[in-house]
């Protein structure tokens, strides 16, 4: 779904990443005889040369209003506006450019006023970007990552700084908030901002709805489902090398593989997915990040979405960090259910002295000793095992068999998904650990080679597809599915 807000002006390459988003205004109200209590955590963030945007906790259960107070350095508080109960924002506008400016809130009712909150200071930006300030709104987004049983973190993207506010509860009458950060990130040419906010305190295998305050406006509803407490079944999907043939500078994509897998994923209805790599032809260009968002953005966003950086990816990690809000360096993990998930980075150093080394094996130790983990999965690009001959003699594909398979064996990982080589192959336990391959989300087949090439290996085939992994109390299943959805390949594990 790709929406164009009113007086977007497409200034940069990244414009073209715009989605999902609709606004609408909302207000309430209240009333009562005690006098109300004080409204907290109020706070002020500059939102351009002429509007400072403020928020605060409403304590009271019984005011008819807020006061809203105002002053300049130096200056005394003067009234600016009183506001209906039950409004926990207010946007102060028309304000000089780079001044600062300060604010403090109180509740009223018929019995008298609350004593004023803390106050607050921001500054407007600066006078030479009034023009720029007012004239865009990009916004893309928003992406889920770190969804456990009782959180999640959501993430959403501007071309300006705002406000970062999340509201959200379990119906579409929200009733929380959660206030979170805005970061610069540069690609190329192009700045945006990266807006991530936390949302805690949620119920195991519960759905939230939420929707999103930014640049003064609120979005549609969205919602997303917590992860099951662990001992509950839940089913996650993989697949990799989703990426087009060719650079998309260089000729158009045809993403018609990417498309069907997505469409079959979609309808699998999974609780996340996983993209072991190679998301994109050329991670250093933003053209190709803006194709790839604009496939992405047909599927669920309630769907969690986490990526695996592959060599193509390479120079696009503020990309991938920025939409999807994985670490800078792309390595990972987290807890889902009974288990846990550990993505790798292929192309940062692994090696045993490595700080990518020592946080990996630090990570699976801690999880497997955590209450309720019982699964360890790992996914990397570079594959540790594969018998197809392509790519064997990559140096991250030899160095992951050495230094990895053995961590992988001691810390008693179940399944590694593995990508960059373009088949699907199912290995059978190799120390203890089944490696799966899948490299079939979009990009041209490799051969597999003969079945009997390495007596470890299990099935593999040249074909394009995912592969769907249902957790139950006590055992896995796998199912290998075509492009079409049709089941290939299967396997239980006890
Ligand atoms: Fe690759």
């Excluded at 790709?2 to 999902?20: D, E, H």
């Excluded at 662990?230 to 500078?249: C, H, I, K, N, W």
């Amino acid at each position: 779904m790709i929406q164009s807000q009113k007086n977007f002006r497409p200034g940069v390459a990244l414009g073209a990443i715009v989605m999902a988003f609709f606004f609408s205004d909302g207000c309430g109200g209240g009333n009562g005889s005690a006098v109300p209590a004080i409204p907290s955590a109020l706070r002020a963030t500059a939102v351009s040369c002429s509007e400072i945007d403020l928020g605060w906790i409403d304590s009271s259960d019984n005011e008819v209003g807020f006061k809203i107070e105002r002053k300049k350095s130096g200056g005394d508080y003067i009234l600016v506006n009183n506001i209906l109960a039950n409004e926990e924002s207010y946007q102060d506008k028309g304000l000089d450019c780079e001044n600062t400016y300060y604010y403090r809130v109180l509740a009223f009712n018929g019995a008298g006023d609350s004593e004023y909150s803390n106050d607050v200071s921001s500054a407007t930006y600066p006078c030479s970007q009034m023009e720029s300030q007012e004239s865009s709104q990009l916004i893309a987004g928003p992406f889920l990552f770190g969804v456990t049983k009782d959180s999640a973190t959501i993430t959403w993207q501007t071309d300006r700084k705002g406000r970062v506010v999340v509201e959200y509860g379990s119906t579409e009458s929200y009733g929380k908030q959660a206030y979170g950060q805005s970061n610069r990130v540069t690609l190329g040419t192009n700045d945006f901002y990266v807006n991530t906010v936390s949302v805690g305190g949620l119920e195991p295998r519960t759905w939230t709805h939420y929707r999103i305050v930014s640049l003064n406006r609120r979005s549609q509803d969205f919602s997303f489902r917590t992860a099951p407490a662990p001992g509950d079944e839940y089913r996650f999907l993989v697949y990799g090398d989703s990426r087009p043939a060719q650079p998309v500078s260089l000729a158009a994509p045809d993403d018609s593989v990417h498309q069907a897998i997505l469409s079959k994923m979609k309808e699998r209805n999974p609780d996340f997915v996983i993209n072991a790599g190679d998301l994109v032809e050329a991670g250093p260009d933003p053209a190709e990040w803006v194709h790839f968002f604009s496939i992405l953005s047909f599927f669920p966003s309630d769907i969690p979405y986490y990526p695996v950086l592959g060599n193509h990816d390479q120079g696009g990690e503020s990309i991938i960090s920025g939409f999807f809000g994985t670490p800078p360096d792309v390595y990972y993990s987290f807890d889902y259910g009974d288990s846990h998930f550990t993505i790798i980075n292929s192309y940062l150093d692994f090696s045993p002295q490595s700080v990518q080394y020592r946080w990996l094996a630090q990570d699976l130790s801690d999880a497997k000793q955590r209450e309720g983990i019982t699964r360890l999965f790992a996914f990397m690009h570079a594959p540790a095992y594969c018998s197809a001959p392509e790519h064997t003699d990559d140096q991250e594909v030899r160095n992951a068999k050495d230094y990895l398979a053995p961590l992988f064996t001691d810390q008693g990982v179940r399944m590694v998904f593995q990508g960059h080589v373009h088949v699907y192959e199912r290995t059978e336990a190799i120390n203890g650990v089944v490696y799966i391959v899948a490299g079939g989300g979009g990009a041209p087949l490799h051969d597999a080679g003969p079945l009997n090439t390495q007596s470890w290996t299990a099935y593999k085939e040249s074909a394009n597809h995912f592969v769907e992994i249902n957790l139950w109390a006590d055992h896995i299943t796998l199912e290998a599915r075509y492009k079409d959805g049709t089941v290939f390949d299967n396997a239980n594990y006890y």
